[in-house]
C-alpha cells in the first residue's frame, strides 16, 4: 500500500483483519475444526482484489499470533495463498453460482497443500486447532501421520473457505452495485 491508498480501502481492509481475528478467536475457543480466520481475506479479494487480500490475510496472521494464537504467525502462508487465490477466482467470476464448489477447490487445493506442511512439520500435525483431533483420531486408526494431516486440513479448508465464500457472497451481494463500483476505484 502507498500513501496515495484511499481511506475507504485502507478501512474496508481493517474490516477484514477484524473479521479475520474475530472468527480465528471464535473458532479457537470453541474448538471448531474448521478456522474462520479468512473471512475477512475473502472479503477483500471480492472486493478489492488479490493483492489487497493477501495484506488483509497477512495482517489477521500477524495479529491473531501476537494477542492469543501464537500458532497463526506460522500459517501466514495459507493467507497469502488464500487472498491471491480467492481475488484470482472472484476476478473471474468462479466464486458464484453453480461453479462455486470449483471456485473453492481451486482455492483449499493449494492451501491445504501448505497447511498440512507446515502443520506436519512443524507440529506434527497438532496445533491449537479443533481439527487437531481429527487428525488425532486418524493417527489411533492407523493413517500415517502427513496422510491424516493432509486429508483433515483439505477437508477442513474446503468447509472453511466454502462456509467463508458463501457468507462473503451474501453479504457482498447486499451492497447496491453503485458502492461496490466505487469501492474498487
Excluded: E, H, W
Excluded at 90 to 104: A, C, E, Q, Y
Aim: net charge positive; hydrophobic share 50%; charged share 10%.
Amino acid at each position: 500500500m502507498n500513501s496515495k491508498t484511499p481511506v475507504k480501502k485502507l478501512t474496508l481492509i481493517s474490516l477484514g483483519i477484524a473479521l479475520n481475528i474475530v472468527g480465528a478467536f471464535i473458532a479457537l475457543n470453541l474448538r471448531l475444526p474448521i478456522y474462520l480466520d479468512s473471512i475477512g481475506t475473502i472479503m477483500i479479494a471480492a472486493l478489492l482484489g488479490p493483492k489487497y487480500a493477501v495484506i488483509t490475510g497477512v495482517c489477521g496472521s500477524l495479529v491473531s499470533g501476537m494477542t492469543f494464537d501464537i500458532y497463526s504467525l506460522y500459517f501466514a502462508p495459507v493467507q497469502i495463498s488464500t487472498g491471491l487465490l480467492a481475488g484470482v477466482m472472484f476476478n473471474k467470476d468462479f466464486l458464484s453460482g453453480i461453479k462455486t464448489p470449483f471456485g473453492v477447490l481451486v482455492v483449499a487445493l493449494p492451501t491445504s497443500i501448505i497447511g498440512s506442511i507446515i502443520a506436519a512439520y512443524l507440529f506434527g500435525g497438532v496445533t491449537s486447532s479443533g481439527s487437531s483431533y481429527i487428525v488425532q483420531i486418524l493417527k489411533t486408526i492407523g493413517v500415517g501421520d502427513v496422510i491424516s494431516v493432509f486429508i483433515t486440513q483439505f477437508f477442513t479448508d474446503y468447509l472453511d473457505k466454502f462456509i467463508g465464500v458463501v457468507l462473503v457472497s451474501l453479504s457482498v451481494n447486499a451492497i447496491p452495485k453503485n458502492i461496490r463500483v466505487s469501492i474498487k476505484s
